[in-house]
């Protein structure tokens, strides 16, 4: 049980939240112009990193808003929880920090 | 040739003690280079590399495996087997396993303890009746055997279910498939791995794989702990890193890895004779040979590469077995763990060709590859020896997510499990 | 009377309180205090059950949690436990006990013929053999399968309920023996929140096992009284005993299992039986201790033959001599302890064997001074006796261990006490990812670097003297305080103790037998799942060589102890046999949960009503006196018909549907998900989330819209109404409502975070009553004066505010039936008024209340699609003829995907009409269809019947299906084979089959 610290509530159990998958993945404004192949990376192609990734998660149980988590996908460490449309911030990328 | 097993191999060996049973697989250093070259020493690597050898003539072959032969999934899964899926395509992949399936432990002359004692599938409501009901018709037009049962029938099977599930889940009917059971997990990546190497398969344990060597769009070789190992064709075969190790060869996968989680109980004497799915309420359950109640559980949500379970999953999967099995509430859970399972947006498998001229993959079985480990092998053979999709994995492309092409089993509510 | 082997004195029972229990149908005497073993010893009872595979007797092995033997069936009927361990059963007036795996009883077990078969079926033998013929391995497997379980579950519905509970702290101790206690006082001193668990109903652990020791100068129970008292009266601290700790997960997050009524022999109907806490600690110590290793040599499974530090235990603790003749079989000189407390307790002690080529230490030291017999760098080679041991054979060792010199000599002796050194119990450590590594002084894997805000101390640290169990554990306690942000002042110094561990030793693994290992006698390392040493040689020789290989096919380690007692000494072994250090074999991973947790512990109180609460609606009360028959739609209970005296659901649902084309029906339509929309962009935003354009939508005016997922399939569908210029209210499945507001608010966050809309889930706030028929507005206009209702002034898919039955209200004119109908929404606690009136104002034009099955025949008579139903994840617009509600000068959400390649190929899944050849048969839905029927076993199918009903109206069966192409098929017959081997023939048509041009809608 993850305990995520929503940047509007603070502290929660992940039972609270939804995932929302990769983060800073934007939607193409012009996807006419894209190929199936540049549409098809979009909608179901993923870095599925092992290690630091940064992901999307949603306060579903609480205040409902979607923000950004770096979070080591084998350790399941959270090195950062900041909010959407924002930069991640520096990471101490060491292994299992 | 290695000693037959046999009852009376095992004679022979209790007056000697036991004591010259041979090696059931070498332990070879790697060669400098060779024809194929499996990463992945689970069921579905170990079976690939025997087919290889078996059906197409292709003995100089080397399975990879980073740690021990059935390490992953293989030896983590809920021994499912079955093959009553909806759609043509995963229909036909999948019979074609079950029918290996039921001569795998005389093919193999190692008893995978596949146990045909039928699986059952839910219906809690009348969306799911309608959703059975056109599974068992497509499934019997496909020539796989599937029959509707009345909670009557259910009942009969299962004498512990409690068929009013409280009223909040209700057993209303339910898809069987008699064909359908169980196997021994470990014994399948065993006897693929005893037999392969006894068609000449190199198997390498404790060999992380690196990198690729890449020229000119062509793979060359593998990187691996134990140095370069050259090959013409690379199959890649390793559910729970599949993206990990697809990125090696610059190759992107529409894969998402989730802890998978599952648990015994202790063991006690027969309660449950066969094997029921409800995937309205994430439960799956079934006693092992042992005696232990072996149930399934869902995926934790987000992306993790922790073999481990956590707590609300187990909470979620055991309040719904004590709801359906009311009189297990006193039972108690021995162990939990989890594996890592690769699930494709169609819940599907990719078995495929890559851009990479000769290397290819099979993966994005999410949380059902164990019942197709003969099936995949199979195929994944006979696509890297032909260097084409064998017809029973040509849907299953990793092209078809470009296209628009999916065989989307989760849509058409068919547990993807 | 007390029991034989019942010391007079001494012990921490409770001889004023004495209990009698039953096991096997034999009643005998306790204390309160004791466990069922020690019970059972006290009178004299060694074989207590049978083992898993050779069913060889067995007694008790252990005091504790790491028993592997002695497991046993509590209770019967629904009220029965199997495989408890007899160690760990807090003895209670009244207890029904059962050996288990034994037939006819533990006594005599006819399947004790396994084990003269033993030769026949070493481990793995099951994968060499039943292969032949293959049709009978189902045969074989049932009779594998009915030999194999322990215990048996039980046989009705549990009729004790459980709990869960949330819980935080700062410092979890967990581990009340002296290195918990010691790290609680200094936690709890300071101020921090600690929670102190204990599997034990008492403090101490260890120490009360312990006569001679002392702490801060005073028996150590002393200490461990006051230490209790001080803690209880901290307010700060939280004791939590009869609790195991059994699994520690990612973020700090533990797991603990609370037993509250097994021991009570009256349980209050308020209590639970067991209690989950849900733990978040901000810091952990890990005070759990060690366990004794025990000594792997031939035939060392015997009743009689236990655990050194278990003898102490039923000595010291409970008062119970576990033998008359007692041998000490050791590698170490901690368990001379034992020799010298049987001595002196009466029990003849024949010998001490000591594997050690020098007899040396402290307590050997003592041992020796008191006169007992040692035999220095001796082994036990073989024992003898069937249900209790009888005898041992005791031989020099040769000079490398390997084996033994000479014959020996036999000693008699009904009880071995057995000791190969100590095990920390490292298992939380490791289930917290925390490093393990191997002590090569103790002999033993011990906690290296934490990998969650954890701290190891004590024996569980590999630091087995008790003054260093106290000042680890102090100190602990104390920097887990400071970690969380106490400054420690108020903690004392750490209580001082002597500070002795079990050293010196000598490690030999797999001590010698009269015989060459596997030629006769077994040397056990599993007991529980009859693993011998010979076994784990077999595994390897066969190239089963990871340690994870060898523990799979031998199944060592996998018993319900998860070997406790076993682990070590099988690696060991695995060393030994490759010539390898101990620490390159690995470790077998320790997974949760420690000791095994009930499952109704999981489930708590959420399961019945509570498991997935229904939904409601405000009406439902009405509809259940109205009889109602009720379908689940995702949560809600909605009506699925109304059917009158004597009316089968067929005949309900025909009236029904009748009375909506010939006068008015009436539904309740609150589960419509409905989500209010704001905001000065909401009509951008609708336009980018619909598949259809909304900024030119009107006032007052509503539209259908379509909503994709960006894969391009359809994923819900409703009627959207602008109430005003920013103002919206959408209406969504009932299912779906949640994931409809989740996937807008995600676009709406994510994507455009630049669009000013604001969405507020209404679902709840509105009550919702559909009426619908030909007579829908003369009923309306009964109930409203303040709305026109005429055709001009309210035409369809607009909306009007006004009252209804006096209630402020909104009124829709929209219509999923396909006749004239309008949706009239109402504050939900004005649901039932409303209802209410709708039907005693209706009475005059025999008004019908319908359920959903009426209001699917309805829409489905005018083709109308049911997300879920008709389409299934995989089903574009196109695919369903709706291109007309596809914008083709927009971007939204899924757009680009429905011009992919395989979009538009001819032999995609179409949804069309179907119509049988005989307009009686109702196709089956779920039935498949297929162009010709073939003679194989296998037919191409072309797709299948996703909605098909009898139409009281149209006066025959109609049907939709997806159907390969099926546009282009339009008048083809088609043929649907049934499971019966029918053949249903039809023919393809529109989908729409009743008043096509929509005549009665508008009307």
């Given at each position: 049980?993850?305990?995520?610290?929503?940047?509007?509530?603070?502290?929660?159990?992940?039972?609270?939240?939804?995932?929302?998958?990769?983060?800073?993945?934007?939607?193409?404004?012009?996807?006419?112009?894209?190929?199936d192949?540049e549409?098809?990376?979009?909608?179901?192609?993923?870095?599925?990193?092992?290690?630091?990734?940064?992901?999307?998660?949603?306060h579903?149980?609480g205040?409902?808003?979607?923000?950004?988590?770096a979070?080591?996908?084998?350790?399941?460490?959270i090195?950062?929880?900041?909010?959407?449309?924002?930069?991640?911030p520096?990471?101490?990328?060491?292994?299992?920090? | 040739?290695?000693?037959?097993?046999?009852?009376?191999?095992?004679?022979?060996?209790?007056?000697?003690y036991?004591?010259?049973?041979?090696?059931?697989?070498?332990?070879?250093?790697?060669k400098?280079?060779?024809?194929?070259?499996?990463?992945g020493?689970?069921?579905?690597g170990?079976?690939?590399?025997?087919?290889?050898?078996?059906?197409?003539?292709?003995?100089?072959?080397?399975?990879?495996?980073?740690?021990?032969?059935?390490?992953g999934?293989?030896?983590?899964?809920?021994?499912?087997?079955?093959s009553?899926?909806?759609?043509?395509?995963?229909?036909?992949?999948?019979?074609?396993?079950?029918?290996?399936?039921?001569?795998?432990?005389?093919?193999l002359?190692?008893?995978?303890?596949f146990?045909?004692?039928?699986?059952?599938?839910?219906?809690?409501?009348?969306q799911?009746l309608?959703?059975?009901?056109r599974?068992?018709?497509?499934?019997?037009?496909?020539?796989?055997?599937?029959?509707?049962?009345?909670?009557?029938?259910?009942?009969?099977?299962?004498?512990?279910?409690?068929?009013?599930?409280?009223?909040?889940?209700?057993?209303?009917?339910?898809?069987?498939?008699?064909?359908?059971?169980?196997?021994?997990?470990?014994?399948?990546?065993w006897?693929?791995?005893?037999?392969a190497d006894?068609?000449?398969?190199?198997?390498?344990?404790?060999?992380?794989?690196?990198g690729?060597?890449?020229?000119?769009?062509?793979?060359?070789?593998?990187?691996?702990?134990?140095?370069?190992?050259?090959?013409k064709?690379?199959?890649?075969?390793?559910?729970?890193?599949?993206?990990?190790?697809?990125?090696?060869?610059?190759?992107?996968?529409?894969?998402?890895?989730?802890?998978?989680?599952?648990?015994?109980?202790?063991?006690?004497?027969?309660?449950?004779?066969?094997?029921?799915?409800?995937?309205?309420?994430?439960a799956?359950?079934?006693?092992?040979?042992?005696?232990?109640?072996?149930?399934?559980?869902?995926?934790?949500k987000?992306?993790?590469?922790?073999?481990?379970?956590?707590?609300?999953?187990?909470?979620?999967t055991?309040?719904?077995?004590?709801?359906?099995?009311?009189?297990?509430?006193?039972?108690r859970m021995?162990?939990?763990?989890?594996?890592i399972?690769?699930?494709?947006?169609?819940?599907?498998?990719?078995?495929?060709?890559?851009?990479?001229?000769?290397?290819?993959?099979?993966?994005?079985?999410?949380?059902?590859?164990?019942?197709?480990?003969?099936?995949?092998?199979?195929?994944?053979?006979?696509?890297?020896?032909?260097?084409?999709p064998?017809?029973?994995?040509?849907?299953?492309?990793?092209?078809?997510?470009?296209?628009?092409?999916?065989?989307?089993?989760?849509?058409?509510?068919?547990?993807?499990? | 009377?007390?029991?034989?082997?019942?010391?007079?004195?001494?012990?921490?029972?409770?001889?004023?309180?004495?209990?009698?229990?039953?096991?096997?149908?034999?009643?005998?005497?306790?204390?309160?205090?004791?466990t069922?073993?020690?019970?059972?010893?006290?009178?004299?009872?060694?074989?207590?059950?049978?083992?898993?595979?050779?069913?060889?007797?067995?007694?008790?092995?252990?005091?504790?949690?790491?028993?592997?033997?002695?497991?046993i069936?509590?209770?019967?009927?629904?009220?029965?436990?199997?495989?408890?361990?007899?160690t760990?059963?807090?003895?209670?007036?009244?207890?029904?006990?059962?050996?288990?795996?034994?037939?006819?009883?533990?006594?005599f077990?006819?399947?004790?013929?396994?084990?003269?078969?033993?030769?026949?079926?070493p481990?793995?033998?099951?994968?060499?053999?039943?292969?032949?013929?293959?049709?009978?391995?189902m045969?074989?497997?049932?009779?594998?399968?009915?030999?194999?379980?322990?215990?048996?579950?039980?046989?009705?519905?549990?009729?004790?309920?459980?709990?869960?509970?949330?819980?935080?702290?700062?410092?979890l101790?967990?581990?009340?023996?002296?290195?918990?206690?010691?790290a609680?006082?200094?936690?709890g001193?300071?101020?921090?929140?600690?929670?102190?668990?204990?599997?034990?109903?008492?403090?101490?652990?260890?120490?009360?096992?312990?006569?001679?020791?002392?702490?801060?100068?005073?028996?150590?129970?002393?200490?461990?009284?006051?230490?209790?008292?001080?803690?209880?009266?901290?307010?700060?601290?939280?004791l939590?005993?009869?609790?195991?700790?059994?699994?520690?997960?990612d973020?700090n997050?533990?797991?603990?299992?609370?037993?509250?009524?097994?021991?009570?022999?009256?349980?209050?109907?308020?209590l639970?039986?067991?209690?989950?806490?849900?733990?978040?600690?901000k810091?952990?110590?890990i005070?759990?201790g060690s366990?004794e290793?025990?000594l792997?040599?031939s035939?060392?499974?015997?009743?009689?033959i236990?655990?050194?530090?278990?003898?102490?235990?039923?000595?010291?603790?409970?008062?119970?001599?576990?033998?008359?003749?007692?041998?000490?079989?050791?590698?170490?000189?901690?368990?001379?302890?034992?020799?010298?407390?049987?001595?002196?307790?009466?029990?003849?002690?024949?010998?001490?064997?000591?594997?050690?080529?020098?007899?040396?230490?402290?307590?050997?030291?003592?041992?020796?001074?008191?006169?007992?017999?040692?035999l220095?760098?001796?082994?036990?080679?073989?024992t003898?006796?069937?249900?209790?041991?009888?005898?041992?054979?005791?031989?020099?060792l040769?000079?490398?261990?390997?084996?033994?010199?000479?014959?020996?000599?036999?000693?008699?002796?009904?009880?071995?006490?057995?000791?190969?050194?100590?095990?920390?119990?490292?298992?939380?450590?490791?289930?917290?990812?925390g490093?393990?590594?191997?002590?090569?002084?103790?002999?033993?894997?011990?906690?290296?670097?934490?990998?969650?805000?954890?701290?190891?101390?004590?024996?569980?640290?590999?630091?087995?003297?008790?003054?260093?169990?106290l000042?680890?554990?102090?100190?602990?306690?104390?920097?887990?305080?400071?970690?969380?942000?106490?400054d420690?002042?108020?903690?004392?110094?750490?209580?001082?103790?002597?500070?002795?561990?079990?050293?010196?030793?000598?490690?030999?693994?797999?001590?010698?037998?009269?015989?060459?290992?596997?030629?006769?006698?077994?040397?056990?390392?599993?007991?529980?799942?009859?693993?011998?040493?010979?076994?784990?040689?077999?595994?390897?020789?066969?190239?089963?060589?990871?340690?994870?290989h060898?523990?799979?096919?031998?199944t060592?380690?996998?018993?319900?102890?998860?070997?406790?007692?076993?682990?070590?000494n099988?690696?060991?072994?695995?060393?030994?046999?490759?010539?390898?250090?101990?620490?390159?074999?690995?470790?077998?991973t320790?997974?949760?949960?420690?000791?095994?947790?009930?499952?109704?512990?999981f489930?708590?109180?959420?399961?019945?009503?509570?498991?997935?609460?229904?939904?409601?609606?405000?009406?439902?009360?009405?509809?259940?006196?109205?009889?109602?028959?009720?379908?689940?739609?995702?949560?809600?209970?909605?009506?699925?018909?109304?059917p009158?005296?004597?009316?089968?659901?067929?005949?309900?649902?025909?009236?029904?549907?009748?009375?909506?084309?010939?006068?008015?029906?009436?539904m309740?339509?609150?589960?419509?998900?409905?989500?209010?929309?704001?905001?000065?962009?909401?009509?951008?935003?609708?336009?980018?989330?619909?598949t259809?354009?909304?900024?030119?939508?009107?006032?007052?005016?509503?539209?259908?819209g379509?909503?994709?997922?960006?894969?391009?399939?359809?994923?819900?569908?409703g009627?959207?109404?602008?109430?005003?210029?920013?103002?919206?209210?959408?209406?969504?499945?009932?299912?779906?409502?949640?994931?409809?507001?989740?996937?807008?608010?995600?676009?709406?966050q994510?994507?455009?975070?630049?669009?000013?809309?604001?969405?507020?889930?209404?679902?709840?706030?509105?009550?919702?009553?559909?009426?619908?028929?030909?007579?829908?507005?003369?009923?309306?206009?009964?109930?409203?004066?303040d709305?026109?209702?005429?055709?001009?002034?309210?035409?369809?898919?607009?909306?009007?505010?006004?009252?209804?039955?006096?209630?402020?209200?909104?009124?829709?004119?929209?219509?999923?039936?396909g006749?004239?109908?309008?949706?009239?929404?109402?504050?939900?606690?004005?649901?039932?008024?409303?209802?209410?009136?709708i039907m005693?104002?209706?009475?005059?034009?025999?008004?019908?209340?319908y359920?959903?099955?009426?209001?699917?025949?309805?829409?489905?008579?005018?083709?109308?699609?049911?997300?879920g139903?008709?389409?299934?994840?995989?089903?574009?617009?196109?695919?369903?003829?709706?291109?007309?509600i596809?914008?083709?000068?927009?971007?939204f959400v899924?757009?680009?995907?429905?011009?992919?390649?395989?979009?538009d190929?001819?032999?995609?899944?179409?949804?069309?009409?179907?119509?049988?050849?005989?307009?009686?048969?109702?196709?089956?839905?779920?039935?498949?269809?297929?162009?010709?029927?073939?003679?194989?076993?296998?037919?191409?199918?072309?797709?299948?019947?996703?909605?098909?009903?009898?139409?009281p109206?149209?006066?025959?069966?109609?049907?939709?299906?997806?159907?390969?192409?099926?546009?282009?098929?339009?008048?083809?017959?088609?043929?649907?084979?049934?499971?019966?081997?029918?053949?249903?023939?039809?023919?393809?048509?529109?989908?729409?089959?009743?008043?096509?041009?929509?005549?009665?809608?508008r009307?």
């Amino acid at each position: 049980m993850l305990e995520i610290n929503c940047p509007y509530c603070g502290p929660r159990f992940e039972t609270e939240f939804s995932y929302g998958g990769e983060a800073h993945i934007e939607r193409p404004k012009d996807s006419e112009n894209l190929s199936d192949e540049e549409w098809g990376e979009y909608v179901f192609m993923n870095s599925n990193t092992k290690g630091v990734f940064l992901e999307r998660w949603v306060h579903t149980s609480g205040c409902r808003r979607w923000f950004n988590v770096a979070r080591d996908t084998v350790s399941y460490k959270i090195l950062a929880v900041y909010e959407t449309g924002t930069e991640p911030p520096e990471l101490d990328l060491r292994k299992d920090v | 040739m290695k000693s037959r097993y046999s009852i009376f191999s095992l004679m022979r060996n209790a007056l000697s003690y036991h004591e010259k049973w041979p090696e059931a697989w070498r332990s070879p250093e790697p060669k400098s280079s060779y024809d194929v070259v499996i990463v992945g020493g689970g069921g579905h690597g170990l079976a690939t590399a025997y087919y290889l050898a078996k059906v197409h003539g292709i003995r100089n072959v080397a399975v990879i495996e980073r740690g021990w032969l059935g390490g992953g999934n293989t030896g983590r899964n809920t021994t499912i087997v079955r093959s009553n899926y909806l759609w043509d395509e995963s229909a036909g992949l999948y019979e074609h396993a079950m029918k290996l399936w039921e001569g795998l432990s005389q093919e193999l002359n190692y008893n995978v303890m596949f146990s045909q004692r039928g699986v059952m599938n839910l219906a809690h409501n009348q969306q799911d009746l309608r959703d059975i009901a056109r599974r068992v018709n497509a499934n019997r037009l496909n020539g796989i055997d599937s029959e509707f049962l009345t909670p009557h029938q259910i009942k009969d099977l299962v004498p512990i279910i409690d068929l009013r599930g409280n009223g909040r889940y209700p057993v209303l009917g339910a898809s069987n498939q008699r064909r359908g059971g169980t196997a021994r997990h470990d014994a399948v990546a065993w006897g693929y791995a005893r037999r392969a190497d006894e068609h000449g398969v190199d198997i390498i344990q404790e060999c992380p794989v690196n990198g690729f060597e890449i020229e000119n769009g062509k793979v060359t070789g593998v990187q691996t702990a134990k140095g370069l190992i050259k090959a013409k064709k690379v199959g890649v075969v390793v559910a729970g890193h599949s993206s990990v190790t697809a990125e090696m060869a610059g190759i992107r996968l529409p894969l998402v890895s989730h802890p998978l989680q599952a648990l015994v109980s202790e063991p006690v004497k027969p309660v449950i004779d066969t094997v029921v799915m409800s995937n309205a309420i994430h439960a799956y359950i079934s006693q092992s040979d042992k005696g232990e109640l072996v149930i399934g559980a869902g995926v934790d949500k987000y992306v993790g590469y922790g073999q481990r379970g956590s707590l609300p999953v187990t909470e979620e999967t055991l309040a719904a077995v004590c709801e359906l099995f009311p009189s297990l509430k006193r039972m108690r859970m021995m162990r939990q763990w989890g594996g890592i399972v690769d699930t494709c947006p169609d819940a599907s498998p990719i078995i495929s060709k890559t851009p990479v001229d000769g290397f290819f993959i099979n993966c994005g079985w999410g949380t059902g590859g164990f019942k197709a480990t003969p099936g995949s092998g199979w195929v994944f053979a006979d696509t890297i020896a032909n260097d084409r999709p064998h017809p029973l994995n040509e849907a299953f492309s990793l092209e078809r997510f470009n296209s628009g092409y999916l065989v989307d089993e989760h849509g058409a509510a068919a547990v993807a499990h | 009377m007390p029991a034989r082997f019942r010391l007079t004195e001494g012990g921490r029972i409770d001889r004023s309180n004495p209990i009698s229990f039953t096991f096997n149908g034999k009643v005998y005497q306790g204390f309160e205090g004791d466990t069922l073993a020690s019970a059972l010893l006290a009178n004299g009872v060694h074989l207590v059950g049978r083992s898993f595979k050779y069913h060889r007797p067995r007694g008790i092995m252990s005091a504790g949690a790491e028993e592997a033997n002695a497991l046993i069936q509590v209770g019967e009927g629904a009220r029965t436990d199997p495989n408890l361990r007899a160690t760990q059963i807090e003895l209670v007036d009244g207890l029904t006990a059962s050996s288990q795996n034994c037939w006819p009883s533990v006594e005599f077990d006819v399947s004790i013929v396994n084990n003269l078969a033993s030769r026949l079926i070493p481990s793995g033998f099951y994968y060499k053999t039943f292969m032949w013929p293959a049709s009978l391995w189902m045969t074989y497997e049932k009779v594998i399968r009915n030999a194999a379980g322990l215990g048996k579950a039980p046989e009705g519905p549990d009729p004790d309920s459980y709990d869960r509970t949330f819980a935080h702290c700062d410092v979890l101790v967990v581990g009340a023996g002296p290195t918990g206690l010691a790290a609680a006082l200094s936690a709890g001193r300071s101020g921090a929140r600690v929670i102190l668990s204990e599997q034990e109903a008492t403090l101490g652990g260890s120490l009360q096992s312990e006569p001679n020791l002392e702490i801060e100068g005073k028996p150590a129970l002393e200490w461990v009284e006051a230490a209790r008292a001080e803690l209880e009266g901290l307010e700060n601290v939280r004791l939590l005993t009869r609790t195991q700790t059994y699994g520690y997960f990612d973020h700090n997050f533990i797991g603990l299992m609370e037993n509250l009524t097994d021991h009570l022999k009256e349980k209050p109907a308020n209590l639970p039986r067991h209690r989950l806490w849900k733990l978040r600690a901000k810091q952990v110590v890990i005070a759990t201790g060690s366990i004794e290793r025990p000594l792997v040599f031939s035939d060392n499974d015997r009743p009689g033959i236990m655990l050194a530090s278990a003898c102490r235990t039923y000595l010291n603790r409970y008062g119970v001599k576990p033998g008359s003749k007692a041998v000490l079989f050791t590698n170490n000189d901690g368990a001379y302890a034992a020799a010298l407390d049987m001595h002196k307790a009466g029990i003849h002690v024949a010998a001490i064997v000591d594997l050690r080529a020098n007899s040396e230490g402290p307590l050997t030291e003592a041992a020796r001074d008191a006169g007992l017999r040692i035999l220095t760098d001796h082994a036990i080679i073989a024992t003898a006796g069937d249900k209790r041991v009888k005898a041992v054979q005791v031989a020099p060792l040769s000079a490398d261990g390997e084996s033994a010199r000479g014959g020996g000599e036999k000693i008699d002796c009904d009880l071995v006490a057995v000791s190969g050194g100590w095990n920390p119990t490292v298992h939380l450590h490791s289930q917290s990812r925390g490093k393990i590594l191997f002590d090569d002084s103790h002999a033993c894997f011990v906690p290296g670097d934490s990998a969650q805000a954890s701290t190891v101390a004590g024996a569980c640290n590999g630091s087995f003297g008790l003054g260093g169990c106290l000042s680890e554990g102090h100190d602990a306690g104390l920097a887990a305080a400071k970690a969380v942000g106490f400054d420690g002042k108020g903690s004392a110094s750490a209580p001082s103790a002597e500070d002795r561990d079990f050293l010196p030793a000598r490690w030999l693994w797999l001590v010698p037998g009269d015989k060459p290992l596997g030629h006769g006698g077994k040397h056990f390392v599993d007991v529980q799942n009859d693993v011998t040493a010979a076994d784990l040689h077999l595994a390897l020789r066969e190239g089963y060589r990871s340690i994870e290989h060898v523990k799979r096919y031998t199944t060592t380690g996998m018993g319900t102890d998860q070997g406790k007692t076993s682990n070590v000494n099988a690696i060991a072994i695995v060393s030994q046999y490759f010539g390898c250090p101990i620490p390159d074999v690995g470790v077998t991973t320790f997974r949760p949960p420690y000791t095994p947790v009930t499952f109704g512990v999981f489930a708590g109180r959420d399961i019945g009503d509570l498991l997935d609460p229904a939904r409601k609606t405000p009406m439902h009360a009405l509809h259940e006196q109205a009889g109602a028959a009720f379908e689940d739609v995702g949560q809600w209970k909605r009506p699925w018909y109304f059917p009158h005296d004597g009316e089968d659901m067929h005949q309900a649902v025909n009236r029904e549907v009748r009375a909506c084309r010939d006068s008015v029906g009436v539904m309740d339509a609150s589960t419509l998900g409905k989500i209010d929309i704001q905001g000065k962009d909401a009509a951008e935003f609708l336009n980018r989330i619909y598949t259809n354009a909304w900024l030119k939508l009107k006032i007052s005016s509503c539209r259908y819209g379509l909503m994709l997922g960006e894969n391009g399939m359809v994923m819900d569908d409703g009627v959207t109404s602008r109430l005003g210029e920013n103002h919206f209210l959408m209406t969504t499945t009932s299912g779906n409502a949640a994931p409809v507001l989740a996937h807008l608010e995600e676009y709406l966050q994510t994507e455009w975070p630049e669009l000013e809309v604001y969405l507020t889930s209404v679902t709840e706030q509105f009550a919702t009553v559909s009426i619908a028929g030909p007579n829908a507005r003369k009923l309306l206009a009964e109930l409203t004066d303040d709305i026109d209702l005429s055709a001009e002034a309210f035409p369809f898919m607009t909306f009007r505010q006004g009252r209804v039955a006096g209630i402020p209200a909104r009124v829709f004119r929209i219509s999923f039936t396909g006749d004239l109908s309008y949706e009239i929404n109402v504050p939900a606690s004005y649901g039932a008024a409303l209802w209410q009136a709708i039907m005693n104002t209706g009475e005059k034009y025999a008004i019908t209340p319908y359920g959903t099955e009426a209001m699917h025949v309805l829409r489905a008579e005018k083709g109308f699609i049911i997300v879920g139903q008709d389409t299934d994840g995989s089903v574009t617009p196109i695919d369903l003829g709706m291109d007309w509600i596809v914008s083709k000068t927009k971007d939204f959400v899924g757009r680009r995907s429905l011009y992919r390649a395989d979009m538009d190929k001819p032999d995609r899944k179409q949804l069309v009409g179907l119509l049988t050849d005989a307009p009686d048969t109702v196709l089956p839905e779920g039935a498949q269809l297929v162009e010709k029927i073939e003679t194989g076993p296998t037919m191409a199918m072309l797709g299948h019947v996703t909605s098909s009903y009898h139409s009281p109206n149209c006066e025959r069966s109609i049907a939709m299906a997806l159907i390969k192409g099926g546009r282009a098929r339009m008048g083809q017959k088609l043929y649907s084979p049934q499971a019966d081997g029918k053949v249903i023939t039809c023919s393809v048509s529109d989908v729409v089959f009743y008043d096509k041009e929509g005549e009665r809608t508008r009307g």
